[in-house]
């Protein structure tokens, strides 16, 4: 079947715009994650929802990030104002009800000017 | 210092060489490990995952899980020139709840025909 599925592949932008990156997770799983990934490093979690609630954005690095999934499938994670060092690929993944393993999409490489 | 550390590389190796991949971690509450492969601009693919200490064997790869240490490990046997790649190992104190996973900074493999 179809794995997690993240749109646009790549977002080029300037400093200070407003960006969207849409995630489209595995059919049937109720647990979505968030993972931001800076060139040489291992992914770090951003965001967790279970159904249509974050049940925990502790990762989130300030309030300019900000994420939704109000249907409990598509999940959108909004960028306001982008800095340079938001930079990175945001990865998302999915899991089947948040106790099994966690399948991740491609992840869209956002790059800001 | 990174709950999680991991050695970067890169790790050059011949075909058919045994390759051992090492995390170790300070925090004595993660239960869940995990290592995913990454290939260059690809998302994270889950290889093995296992639950507290012990070893976990699939195909040519072997997973040790060492608490007592903080310590794992991941063996490839015969390694083949596809096996060239990112592994990050990855733990969750977890899998319910937020099941949010920390990731190593993720060695780099290369496998030399």
Redesign the interface.
């Known amino acids: 079947g179809a794995g997690?599925s993240q749109t646009p592949s790549n977002k080029v932008t300037e400093k200070g715009k407003y960006v969207e990156l849409r995630c489209d997770p595995i059919s049937g799983h109720t647990?979505l994650?968030w993972?931001r990934q800076s060139l040489?490093?291992?992914?770090?979690?951003l965001i967790?929802f279970q159904g249509t609630g974050a049940?925990?954005d502790s990762?989130l690095p300030n309030d300019r990030f900000f994420a939704v999934r109000p249907e409990g499938s598509v999940s959108t994670l909004k960028i306001q104002r982008t800095e340079r060092g938001d930079s990175a690929v945001y990865?998302c993944?999915s899991?089947l009800n948040?106790?099994?393993?966690?399948?991740?999409?491609?992840?869209t490489?956002l790059t800001v000017l | 210092q990174k709950e999680?550390e991991?050695d970067?590389g890169p790790l050059s190796v011949p075909e058919g060489a045994i390759v051992s991949l090492n995390c170790t971690y300070s925090n004595s509450a993660f239960q869940y490990f995990?290592w995913?492969r990454q290939y260059s601009?690809?998302?994270?693919?889950?290889l093995m995952?296992t639950y507290s200490s012990g070893n976990k064997e699939d195909g040519r790869f072997t997973a040790q899980v060492d608490k007592s240490s903080k310590y794992i490990s991941l063996f490839i046997r015969d390694s083949q020139p596809s096996d060239s790649a990112t592994y990050?190992c990855?733990m969750s104190p977890r899998?319910?709840?937020?099941?949010?996973?920390?990731?190593?900074?993720?060695t780099t493999l290369q496998v030399k025909p």
């Open positions: 997690v647990a994650y993972y040489g490093q291992g992914p770090e979690f967790y049940a925990d990762g990865l993944a899991s948040g106790y099994n393993e966690q399948f991740f999409g491609p992840g490489r | 999680v991991q970067p995990m995913y601009r690809k998302g994270p693919e889950l995952y990050l990855a899998s319910g709840n937020t099941g949010k996973l920390i990731f190593g900074q993720g």
